[in-house]
C-alpha cells in the first residue's frame, strides 16, 4: 500500500492538497476550491488548451 492509503474498513485514499492540484491540473482542470473540514473536498473546472477557463 501507498502512503495515504488505508483500509478502514475498505480501501481509503487520501490525498495531498498538492496531490490534487497535480491530478487535476494534468487532467485540464484549474483547482477553484480545495478545503480538509469538514471532510477533503475540492472545486475545479475545465480549461481549454491555453489553460484558461473552458467557454
Known sequence: ???GTSLEP???RK???AEI???LTA???EIKYFARAPYGHAVAVA???DHEPAT
Do not use: S
Request: charged share 15%; hydrophobic share 35%.
Open 10 to 12: 475498505n480501501l481509503v
Open 21 to 23: 492540484t497535480e491530478e
Open 1 to 3: 500500500m501507498e502512503i
Open 47 to 49: 480549461t481549454g488548451p
Open 15 to 17: 490525498f495531498t492538497q
Open 27 to 29: 487532467g485540464g482542470f
